[in-house]
């Protein structure tokens, strides 16, 4: 059984920083791994999706790596701003289609 | 591309009746969509897969008579709370499969309901 898991629960950082989000699942075979964001009260919006034949993935100042072998993938922002304060999920999809989601990182930007 | 559309965003309504919860892809054909559900400060669980034009598959321990789940067209998908408790009180999140590798699970914009 997938298992899917966030590190940290949550985070703090001055405005300007760049920082990292991890996301570590138990079983590699999997078929994608996708990064969402979700403001409170709201649904999720994705932000990069990695094939599992990809090593990274890139959108403005976000850049997303996986690697299986070690059952890991990291969300990588640069220069925060206090608009990327959000709940960042992780999720992992195999065969079935199932999305199994990590717990998430609450990040807070602070001005 | 590949939006997804969620009605209502709330609702509020009385213990014992039903309520209806409308997930629609709006630029593609989903044909399979999923119902999650997400407890304050957790992440989502899914509650089951719904396919065009068959039966919902639903996870463990929820409960198919009290969510029921129709997924009539390829663009439509719905949720019925029937009986709602208070305990139903949640936010429920609906997402799409467009059937494309590279695209991924769009989601909805979700629903907060309490009942009362």
């Known amino acids: 059984k997938q298992e899917v898991t966030q590190i940290p629960a949550a985070l703090s950082v001055p405005e300007g920083e760049n920082l990292v989000l991890n996301c570590s699942f138990t079983?590699?075979?999997?078929?994608?791994l996708q990064w969402f964001r979700q403001d409170p009260g709201k649904g999720l919006t994705s932000l990069l999706l990695?094939?599992?034949?990809?090593r990274e993935q890139t959108s403005g100042r976000l850049n997303a790596s996986l690697d299986k072998s070690s059952g890991r993938s990291t969300l990588y922002i640069a220069a925060s701003q206090p608009g990327d304060s959000a709940t960042y999920l992780c999720?992992?999809?195999?065969?079935?289609?199932?999305?199994?989601f990590g717990q998430g990182t609450r990040l807070t930007i602070n001005p | 591309g590949a939006v997804v559309s969620q009605h209502p965003s709330r609702v509020i309504c009385k213990s014992g009746t039903s309520v209806k919860i409308e997930c629609r892809s709006l630029?593609?054909?989903?044909?399979?969509m999923f119902w999650y559900r997400q407890f304050p400060k957790q992440s989502l669980m899914l509650m089951a897969t719904?396919?065009?034009?068959?039966?919902?598959?639903?996870e463990q321990g929820v409960e198919k008579d009290k969510f029921l789940i129709n997924h009539a067209s390829l663009t439509l998908s719905t949720l019925t709370v029937t009986s709602a408790h208070p305990e139903d009180s949640s936010f429920y999140i609906c997402?799409?499969?467009?059937?494309?590798?590279?695209?991924?699970?769009?989601f909805g914009s979700g629903t907060r309901l309490t009942v009362v």
């Open positions: 079983d590699s075979a999997i078929y994608n």
């Open positions: 990695i094939q599992s034949s990809q």
């Open positions: 630029d593609f054909q989903a044909t399979t």
């Open positions: 999720a992992a999809t195999k065969g079935a289609q199932k999305l199994v």
């Open positions: 719904s396919n065009e034009g068959s039966k919902a598959t639903y």
């Open positions: 997402s799409a499969d467009r059937g494309e590798a590279n695209y991924g699970y769009t």
